[in-house]
């Protein structure tokens, strides 16, 4: 979506907006780290975030790599800055086609500081000069695909200071094709307000994006004014200055100062907000907190389908997804990121070679061995395995090798049981609760267009013990709303569903619409998933060292036990599912495998392959 139809949006409905810009960090780690703030903040509600650019080298490469993750995987519409600072014609073009595959349709041209080892900014050979040769090559050749921003400067720029001159280049680039303005940061409102007048008086109507610069510490503050030259209000010093000393203080004013200005500009009729965040979250999440523009019970944040829908080239009309992958965004982009036919509102071919080979993709565990140690401990039976899947349902920890993201509010009418069936040694890694016919704007359950209403089956996806299995498998089978895929690592596949097809366990009802079926499981979909579920098993298995009775324990569960999901079909039952499994326990809970050489107790009577005596009644 182009960032002046979201501007235009935010007038036509008088509801304000925000987006937020963040810098690619120095190291892999920081990169990361990032990565998950971004996901995060996914969850405040911006309209769209951008991605400074990196001058050169791997930098400038690691932007368009963040583009391709926001747009892709985390379903953020992003906005590439695109500098002339060492960058020749070639490497434009390069960054720009790269934009246009990861599906990005804004860019924002920028001159660009000069380098490091130069006093003076110059052009690049074969380069551009000015952001407006770059603004004029990028609509010559890609024409009205993206909606191309330039920057504002209320308060001038560090190599020219003079207004008008600068109002003379601003109205150039615009004639050249910008459709909008983003300002550098500013504290004084009434000289931004003033700057506007002016330029509106020029006769650019593009809309006017200014650029919030939040208040984390004193130091941080009058550092980054001072370097942007930016003039700071009395009042604002008054308040600030006593308190310096005390980060608490500062950000709680500051907070309160910034938010103030920003109601000033939302009263002039400016209705967008652009947060320069400095990859931060907390003093940015605090202003828009006093702002009341935070999601909340009666704010929900408002998505058009139950999962994060990527933004990627191809893919904005995917309205469809197995399951399987819900807490696993990433790694089914990325399996289906070749596909003909991946799920786009009428499920096609699912036996496509998209699915390839698990190894092609690098979706496997994150993290190191010993940042996944700290996280997950050294549990040595399946009791301390089943204590760490509870201390995720109860939001002690925040993933699980299966999970990548925390509990979300949707478990919490069915977490008792959750937790109940995870004491006795069913490993849940994924559900959703019966849901029935609420509003489409329902703070937790809802999605899609106003005035709808949303449908859910109970749903779990459990890993089992094979001793268990078969009296859990007849259980289901006797309840004719009951339908489940089992299978083991090595392939040996159970189901009673009725065909290979689609089930919907999700469905929207909307006004003016066919009915929405946007969360399925079917087989072939389930047994791809399966190669990755117990892939991450084996991944975590290797986090502790060989023979270990850690290793021993997970490599032996990946191995024997089986990955089960079960659907209830009447999704007016919301605990029948749990019901199915009431009073049946897991077999040897607190048994600790003590040697790499223990014995292979006598196959299963249901004919599984056999497990280690130690963990066999």
Same mark, same amino acid.
């Given at each position: 979506?182009?960032?002046?139809?979201?501007?235009?949006?935010?007038?036509?409905?008088?509801?304000?907006?925000?987006?937020?810009?963040?810098?690619?960090?120095?190291?892999?780690?920081?990169?990361?780290?990032?990565?998950?703030?971004?996901?995060?903040?996914?969850?405040?509600?911006?309209?769209?975030?951008?991605?400074?650019?990196?001058?050169?080298?791997?930098?400038?490469?690691?932007?368009?790599?963040?583009?391709?993750?926001?747009?892709?995987?985390?379903?953020?519409?992003?906005?590439?800055?695109?500098?002339?600072?060492?960058?020749?014609?070639?490497?434009?073009?390069?960054?720009?086609?790269?934009?246009?595959?990861?599906?990005?349709?804004?860019?924002?041209?920028?001159?660009?500081?000069?380098?490091?080892?130069?006093?003076?900014?110059?052009?690049?050979?074969?380069?551009?000069?000015?952001?407006?040769?770059?603004?004029?090559?990028?609509?010559?050749?890609?024409?009205?695909?993206?909606?191309?921003?330039?920057?504002?400067?209320?308060?001038?720029?560090?190599?020219?200071?003079?207004?008008?001159?600068?109002?003379?280049?601003?109205?150039?680039?615009?004639?050249?094709?910008?459709?909008?303005?983003?300002?550098?940061?500013?504290?004084?409102?009434?000289?931004?307000?003033?700057?506007?007048?002016?330029?509106?008086?020029?006769?650019? =109507?593009?809309?006017?994006?200014?650029?919030?610069?939040?208040?984390?510490?004193?130091?941080?503050?009058?550092?980054?004014?001072?370097?942007?030259?930016?003039?700071?209000?009395?009042?604002?010093?008054?308040?600030?200055?006593?308190?310096?000393?005390?980060?608490?203080?500062?950000?709680?004013?500051?907070?309160?100062?910034?938010?103030?200005?920003?109601?000033?500009?939302?009263?002039?009729? !400016?209705?967008?907000?652009?947060?320069?965040?400095?990859?931060?979250?907390?003093? =940015?999440?605090?202003? !828009?907190?006093?702002?009341?523009?935070?999601?909340?019970?009666?704010?929900?944040?408002?998505?058009?389908?139950?999962?994060?829908?990527?933004?990627?080239?191809?893919?904005?009309?995917?309205?469809?997804?197995?399951?399987?992958?819900?807490?696993?965004?990433?790694?089914?982009?990325?399996?289906?990121?070749?596909?003909?036919?991946?799920?786009?509102? /009428?499920?096609?071919?699912?036996?496509?070679?998209?699915?390839?080979?698990?190894?092609?993709?690098?979706?496997?565990?994150?993290?190191?061995?010993?940042?996944?140690?700290?996280?997950?401990?050294?549990?040595?039976?399946?009791?301390?395995?089943?204590?760490?899947?509870?201390?995720?349902?109860?939001?002690?920890?925040?993933?699980?090798?299966?999970?990548?993201?925390?509990?979300?509010?949707?478990?919490?009418?069915? /977490?008792?049981?959750?937790?109940?069936?995870?004491?006795?040694?069913?490993?849940?890694?994924?559900?959703?609760?019966?849901?029935?016919?609420?509003?489409?704007?329902?703070?937790?359950?809802?999605?899609? @267009?106003?005035?709808?209403?949303?449908?859910?089956?109970?749903?779990?996806?459990?890993?089992?013990?094979?001793?268990?299995?078969?009296?859990?498998?007849?259980?289901?089978?006797?309840?004719?709303?009951?339908?489940?895929?089992?299978?083991?690592?090595?392939?040996?596949?159970?189901?009673?569903?009725?065909?290979?097809?689609?089930?919907?366990?999700?469905?929207?009802?909307?006004?003016?619409?066919?009915?929405?079926?946007?969360?399925?499981?079917?087989?072939?979909?389930?047994?791809?998933?399966?190669?990755?579920?117990?892939?991450?098993?084996?991944?975590?298995?290797?986090?502790?060292?060989?023979?270990? @009775?850690?290793?021993?324990?997970?490599?032996?569960?990946?191995?024997?036990?089986?990955?089960?999901?079960?659907?209830?079909?009447?999704?007016?039952?919301?605990?029948?599912?749990?019901?199915?499994?009431?009073?049946?326990?897991?077999?040897?809970?607190?048994?600790?495998?003590?040697?790499?050489?223990?014995?292979?107790?006598?196959?299963?009577?249901?004919?599984?392959?056999?497990? @280690?005596?130690?963990?066999?009644?």
């Amino acid at each position: 979506m182009h960032i002046r139809e979201m501007i235009a949006d935010a007038e036509r409905t008088g509801q304000p907006s925000f987006s937020f810009e963040y810098f690619p960090p120095k190291t892999a780690q920081g990169v990361q780290n990032l990565y998950d703030r971004m996901e995060r903040m996914y969850h405040f509600g911006p309209k769209f975030i951008d991605i400074t650019w990196g001058a050169g080298g791997r930098i400038a490469e690691l932007t368009c790599e963040m583009v391709v993750q926001a747009q892709t995987y985390f379903g953020l519409e992003t906005c590439m800055h695109l500098t002339c600072t060492d960058m020749g014609e070639e490497k434009v073009n390069n960054a720009l086609k790269a934009a246009y595959k990861a599906g990005c349709t804004n860019i924002l041209a920028l001159r660009g500081d000069p380098p490091r080892d130069k006093e003076k900014w110059e052009a690049a050979e074969g380069g551009f000069r000015y952001a407006r040769d770059l603004v004029r090559h990028i609509r010559d050749h890609y024409g009205d695909h993206f909606d191309i921003g330039v920057a504002g400067y209320p308060e001038g720029c560090d190599d020219n200071k003079d207004e008008e001159t600068l109002l003379d280049h601003l109205k150039e680039k615009v004639d050249m094709g910008a459709s909008f303005i983003v300002t550098q940061m500013f504290y004084d409102v009434d000289n931004f307000l003033r700057w506007v007048d002016k330029v509106r008086a020029r006769g650019i =109507t593009v809309p006017i994006l200014p650029g919030i610069m939040p208040i984390a510490t004193y130091a941080s503050f009058m550092r980054r004014a001072n370097h942007m030259q930016c003039k700071i209000p009395k009042e604002w010093m008054d308040k600030l200055e006593p308190v310096k000393s005390d980060d608490v203080a500062v950000r709680e004013i500051g907070k309160t100062l910034v938010a103030d200005m920003c109601r000033k500009i939302l009263a002039a009729g !400016l209705p967008h907000l652009h947060f320069y965040t400095m990859n931060l979250a907390q003093s =940015t999440s605090m202003v !828009l907190e006093e702002l009341d523009w935070l999601p909340s019970p009666t704010r929900p944040l408002k998505q058009s389908l139950p999962w994060k829908q990527s933004l990627g080239l191809g893919r904005r009309e995917e309205d469809v997804r197995p399951i399987f992958w819900r807490n696993r965004n990433k790694s089914y982009v990325l399996r289906t990121q070749d596909w003909d036919e991946f799920p786009n509102g /009428r499920w096609g071919d699912s036996r496509s070679p998209a699915f390839g080979e698990l190894d092609a993709y690098g979706i496997g565990l994150t993290g190191t061995n010993e940042e996944n140690r700290k996280k997950w401990g050294s549990p040595k039976s399946i009791k301390e395995v089943a204590s760490l899947f509870v201390n995720y349902l109860e939001k002690k920890i925040e993933t699980l090798p299966w999970s990548e993201s925390p509990l979300s509010n949707e478990a919490d009418t069915i /977490r008792d049981d959750l937790i109940a069936l995870n004491k006795r040694g069913f490993l849940t890694i994924n559900s959703q609760p019966a849901v029935n016919g609420v509003k489409s704007s329902h703070p937790v359950y809802g999605w899609g @267009p106003a005035n709808g209403y949303v449908y859910q089956k109970a749903y779990i996806e459990l890993l089992v013990h094979p001793d268990i299995f078969p009296e859990m498998i007849k259980r289901i089978e006797a309840n004719p709303d009951l339908t489940y895929y089992a299978v083991t690592k090595s392939g040996n596949f159970r189901t009673n569903a009725p065909s290979e097809g689609p089930n919907a366990v999700t469905w929207g009802v909307f006004p003016g619409k066919e009915i929405v079926q946007p969360t399925i499981v079917e087989s072939v979909s389930f047994l791809a998933w399966k190669d990755e579920a117990f892939q991450l098993g084996k991944d975590w298995a290797r986090c502790y060292e060989a023979h270990t @009775p850690t290793r021993l324990l997970l490599e032996d569960m990946m191995e024997h036990w089986y990955l089960v999901n079960i659907v209830n079909n009447d999704f007016h039952q919301p605990r029948t599912i749990f019901e199915v499994l009431d009073g049946l326990t897991v077999p040897g809970l607190d048994v600790v495998p003590q040697s790499p050489e223990i014995e292979r107790a006598q196959p299963h009577t249901n004919g599984t392959a056999p497990v @280690p005596a130690a963990a066999a009644v």
